[in-house]
């Protein structure tokens, strides 16, 4: 290092029930530098950033910080530093209002009854000499995810942090957002601040970053500068070896044998419309999965996904629209009996939408076969079978697991991805709703999902995959349109002729006027 | 001529059913309060029975020995604040389950009480009393044509109910602490990452809630009744946590809730007294009933803290 | 390892419940060991005795199983006591209204009325809960109250007696006594009754598929909503049959013991069958157990209070005390990796 460092870090360890998350790693941030820190999920980014900020305390290893060393402190005194983090789940209250949120645990002048007049024009004054667009008295519940983040490092800056750390910022962001983003970081720099980046995105970290710290399995890669890396160079430092693409074309939608269903849709939405609660709702959303088709709906979260999703397992009613399963509208259906016209789900939420953590494999298998006389005979429930088949899908999924009697929640998120699959996908479903089925998963297990998804394909099923990865999207789905505020544009095949910038444009909301005109 | 004689004569009884009504609502007010406080700070206390049964328990003891009001007010404080001190021992600190803690408490309290009143006095026909809080007539207000005997020629509970009421508004709206407790309620990581003591708050919210809770006992013991039985809170605590819903957790809407269910315990005595032949426990029920209904009208209406009930624990999310 | 920890900490509360008696007997100048022998005598000193806990065990199993049931299903039933009074009241109304008929129809006839009043009782709060989410804890509770008066008006109208002067009803037909199963003690056919309850409890909860929907719906509504089960519906369910194990247990008081309605059938078994639903972890079994434990607890604590005057409420104190420092372990879960 020819600078001395504003931040060392040297050989942290820190492991959770023996298992090691950090491994003796150590990390070198200098004064106005952006030092992106790019892995896998569960390379162990944000533990150790965690571990900075004071949230965990490390088994072992020091901090350094400005020439001191920081130890056994927790966030307050991080802040007190002039470290702050932003962090992937924003940490602000949306009942409250944004300038209450940045100046939250402070004493501001007349504590505690501040002029919170004063207070927001403060706040408006930082505002615009970093270019970060606040309204301070706004509610929080009432902003936009990019809007939120913004009030996030705007905490970060009153606070006066010298150490801005980011957790995935850029995952939630529209490709406009995200360069708004990177202009408030630049301007950061430029008064000096610096900035840890934590993510896995190759592209930015080389278009933004000065320096970059690899992470794989919990230890130190490399470290190098950004001038002279190149994708491909980065991608087999984070997964240690070449990443594989995914294979696709292998049966493409053309050629398949027609099933049964004949021309019909597998799944078809007709003018689908919510009305919003709280933002989020549909207007009149139109689309058809073929058979052996996977349909990919892209965009930022919160832009009616999750709404669109539970209409489609029957958890929502829709105000008007009609959808159609094979053909048959499914109006007036609850999710069991769409169950049995061949719907899987497959959500990200495995802790809440997918599982029953306090029950063991075994019942979370049961789970989705409750209408199977193989397991459930007279209302009697046949644990013998369960068990047999929970094993063939602990088997057939390989799911880490010490059998199917584990209660869920001992397992790891991939492997419990693997026993939801294995439950929703056995039956042979028609259709699928798979939403953001990779989200937290690392490599191999994202790549065991998008196989089994493009197995379904193959084998017949009409695949709807909803995700605001783009990587996700390109690499498996036959045609793609993107969903904003609600409203979906036209669909597109995923081939050569896919203009990127105008799906970009798109999930930013630019042009969709346009796009739903011309459809 | 007999007209006017009539419509004073209503107007007599309204005031004194209005005045009644004030009176009724003090201790559901003041509890009310207390547990929106620690409501708002994200910690469920059902056990609010249980704290009210100790503050009125100790504030009658006290009283009763030393014959003074003022340090039998003291001690319902303090037995208020042991009661929710040791539901946020186990509530907050050990992150036990908030609802069955709060049970429990209320077990225990009626059980220690019991306990200790038997062995204070025995089994006796003639209660034991105590000095009794008199109404003070504020001068010039009280005379003011109803509005004087309703509002202002009360017992020193219900100035403090209304006063109070007052104060948990400056500190909700207007005050940084109102912020951190709506904080550490709502969003407790964010509260913990902005460098604010999230246990430590919900500590401070829960010794507020045993304070008002027991304030609220006393009342009953001190304000009202001058003699302590077996469970003699029957069940106002739980009618505090009603009030708390249907008050949406702000102190005026926990105000205009009580004087509901106050006006419906002093319909209670008195059509209880007026000698009819029905039995008494048609009346008796009345309150509980029109709890149940009066609940029926929150719906929909209240959106609980996002963290209410949810211990916090650091490293879950 | 975990095994010993368990035991380790259940000698532990064992010996701080033992303690925290001996200072309430010393605090009241009693006589220790007068009060000791008293306690042990009356639950355990004599085959009457132990016949007495067995009556007193009826039914907090009874209403036990049916508050696990709720908590189960994540139904926080507290109106058990309501539900007791509710079933008692049915079953009473069936032995007035049809005193002609035999006792293999009229008996039958009875419980049944009885599970079905506490059962219909306790679905209103359920119905309040699953249509509107009103929080069950308040209802079921304000319900209590209620129904504990609605005894109260019974008694002394349409069902009065009025050759007595006080409130309760006339005297139920013969034909509608529970047989006593151990002449010449009290015990009664109800514990039986209760302990066949445990077997079907635990067989519903464990083997049928309705028992594994509701405890989906208790560990995770959304995760069962999104696997197409009914939150509503099992809800509902489940509240209806924990009133209504409630309301057996009111039957079966009346038609075991009392043989007519009067107030306070229940010195407060209702909350009682909480703490043992708590203590017993919500398991069949262990509610039995528990169950039994407390039933000697308070046969042993009157007896105590008889002897050496020491106040039976003691044994709430004891109870709450039990249930706190178990609370105070932290769950298992905290004890899990991440």
Known sequence: MVVPAMLAMRDIRKSFAGVPANDGISFDVGEGEIHALLGENGAGKTTLMNILYGIYAADSGSIVWRGEVLGGHGPKEAIAQGIGMVHQHFMLVPTLSVSENITLGLKSRGHPF???????????????????????????????????????????????????????????????????????????????????????????????????????????????EAAGAT????????????????????????????????????????????????????????????????????????????????????????????????????????????????????????????????????????????????????????????????????ADYHVKTRGPTEEVRLLSGGNQQKLILARELSSGPAIIVAFQPARGLDIGATEFVHERLLERRAAGSSVLLISSDMDELLGLADRLAVLHRGRLSPAYDNDGSLDMMRIGLLMGGQGMAEEACAS | MSD???????????????????????????????????????????????????????????????????????????????????????????????????????????????????????????????????????????????????LFSQNPFVYFAFVATGLVWLLFRRSEWGVILHAAGENPHAADSAGLDVIRTRY???????????????????????????????????????????????PFGVALAALLLGAADALQFRMQTGNSGIPSQVFIMFPYLMTVIVLLFSIGKTRDPASLGIPFDRGRR | MRFLRTLGFAALVLLLVLAVAAALVIAVRADPGKAASGFL??????????????????????????????????????GAEGQIYLGATAATAVGLLFPGLPALVLLPLALLCGFAG??????????????????????????????????????????????????????????????????????????????????????????????FRMR??????????????????????????????????GASEITGIHHRLLE????????????????????????VIASLGIAALQVGSSSMQRASGVPSSISWIIMGVLVLLILARRPDRDRVAR
């Open chain 1, 114 to 224: 501040p002029d919170r007049r004063r207070l927001d024009t403060d706040i408006l004054e930082l505002s615009a000499r970093y270019g970060l667009d606040v309204d301070p008295a706004a509610k929080v519940a009432s902003l936009s995810v990019g809007e939120r983040q913004r009030v996030e490092i705007m905490k970060l800056l009153y606070r006066d942090a010298r150490l801005l750390i980011l957790d995935e910022p850029t995952a939630v962001l529209t490709p406009g957002e995200t360069d708004g983003l990177f202009r408030v970081l630049a301007t950061c720099k430029g008064q000096g601040h610096s900035v840890i980046l934590i993510t896995h995105r190759i592209s930015e970290v080389l278009a933004f970053a000065d320096r970059i710290t690899v992470l794989r399995d919990g230890a130190r890669v490399a470290t190098l």
């Open chain 1, 231 to 394: 994708a491909a160079g980065l991608s087999t430092l984070m997964i240690g070896r070449e990443l594989k693409s995914p294979a696709r074309r292998t049966a493409p939608a053309a050629s398949l044998p027609r099933s049964a269903a004949g021309d019909r849709a597998g799944l078809e939405a007709r003018a689908i419309s919510l009305r919003p609660v709280a933002g989020k709702g549909l207007q009149s959303v139109s689309f058809s999965v073929a058979p052996g088709e996977i349909f990919g709906i892209a965009g930022v979260d919160g832009n009616g996904q999750k709404e669109l999703a539970e209409c489609l397992l029957g958890l929502r009613i829709p105000d008007s629209g009609k959808l159609l399963f094979g053909g048959l509208p499914v109006e007036g259906l609850g999710p069991r009996q769409r169950k049995r016209r061949g719907l899987a789900y497959v959500s990200d939420d495995r802790h809440h939408d997918g599982l029953v953590l306090g029950f063991d494999l075994a019942e979370n298998y049961l789970l989705g076969k409750l209408d199977d006389p193989r397991f459930v005979r007279f209302g009697l429930v046949d644990r013998k079978a369960c068990l047999r088949g929970a094993g063939g899908a602990i």
């Open chain 2, 4 to 150: 006017t004689q009539g419509f004073a004569a209503l107007l007599g009884e309204l005031s004194t059913f209005a005045a009644a009504s004030v009176r009724m609502a003090a201790p559901l007010l003041i509890a009310g309060l207390g547990e929106a406080i620690s409501e708002t700070a994200g910690i469920l206390n059902i056990g609010l029975e249980g704290i009210m049964l100790s503050g009125a328990f100790a504030a009658f003891i006290v009283a009763w020995a030393t014959q003074n009001v003022w340090l039998g007010i003291m001690a319902g404080i303090a037995g208020g604040m042991l009661a929710s001190l040791l539901h946020a021992l186990l509530g907050v600190g050990r992150r036990a389950d908030q609802t069955i803690t709060g049970l429990a408490l209320n077990f225990l309290a009626s059980g220690l009480t019991s306990y200790f009143f038997l062995m204070a006095f025995g089994r006796t026909t003639s209660l034991p009393e105590c000095p009794v809080l008199p109404a003070v007539e504020i001068p010039l207000l009280s005379s003011i044509p109803f509005f004087g005997p309703v």
């Open chain 2, 204 to 250: 401070v919210a829960a010794a507020a809630n045993g304070c008002f809770g027991g304030l609220a006992g006393a009342s009953i013991t001190l304000g009202t009744l001058g003699f302590f039985m077996e469970n003699v809170t029957s069940g106002k605590g739980y009618i505090a946590l009603v009030v708390v819903i249907l008050g949406r957790r702000q």
């Open chain 3, 41 to 78: 005598r009356g639950a355990f000193g004599s085959f009457y005795s132990i016949s007495e806990v067995l009556v007193r065990a009826t039914p907090l199993i009874l209403a036990g199983l049916g508050v696990s049931i709720g908590f189960r299903t994540g139904f926080f039933n507290i």
């Open chain 3, 118 to 211: 506490g059962g219909l009782w306790s679905a209103v709060p359920g119905f309040l809960k699953s249509r509107f989410g009103l929080s069950e804890v308040i209802t079921t509770i304000m319900f209590n109250y209620i129904a504990i008066n609605v005894v109260g008006i019974l008694v002394r109208s349409v069902m009065k007696d009025p050759s007595y002067p006080l409130p309760m009803s006339p005297d139920l037909p013969e034909a509608m006594h529970l047989p006593v199963i151990l002449e010449p003690t009290r015990l009664h056919l109800g514990l039986v009754i209760a302990l066949v309850a445990a077997l079907a409890v635990w067989f519903l909860m464990s083997r049928t598929a309705a028992g």
């Open chain 3, 216 to 249: 989906a719906v208790g560990l995770n509504p959304r995760g069962s909503l999104v696997a197409g089960i009914s939150v509503p519906a099992n809800l509902l369910l489940a509240s209806a049959l924990s009133g209504g194990l409630a309301g057996l247990a």
């Open chain 3, 264 to 287: 306070g059938i229940s010195p407060g078994f209702g909350y009682v069958a909480i703490i043992a639903a708590l203590l017993g972890r919500n398991h069949p079994g262990g509610i």
